[in-house]
């Protein structure tokens, strides 16, 4: 059908689960995901424009809908 995903996946390490346990902000945990290595949706979405697998407009539309 001529789509394909652009990802973010959270690995659930040590720390990412006290973050949960302790109830810690959504933007907490993400920041320290993103230190941890996470690749956001954002950036796998502009790794595919480089890759010419998908166009900017698109990315802009599916990865920044509550932005």
Not at 4 to 26: F, G, H, M, N, W
Not at 41 to 57: F, H
Request: glycine share 6%; charged share 25%; proline share 0%.
């Amino acid at each position: 059908m001529g789509r394909i995903a652009i990802c973010e996946i959270l690995t659930v390490d040590r720390t990412i689960e006290q973050l949960a346990l302790r109830k810690a902000s959504a933007s907490e945990i993400r920041d320290q995901a993103i230190a941890r290595g996470m690749t956001t949706l954002a950036q796998d979405g502009w790794e595919r424009v480089l890759q010419g697998v998908t166009t900017a407009d698109e990315v802009l539309r599916v990865a920044y809908v509550n932005a």
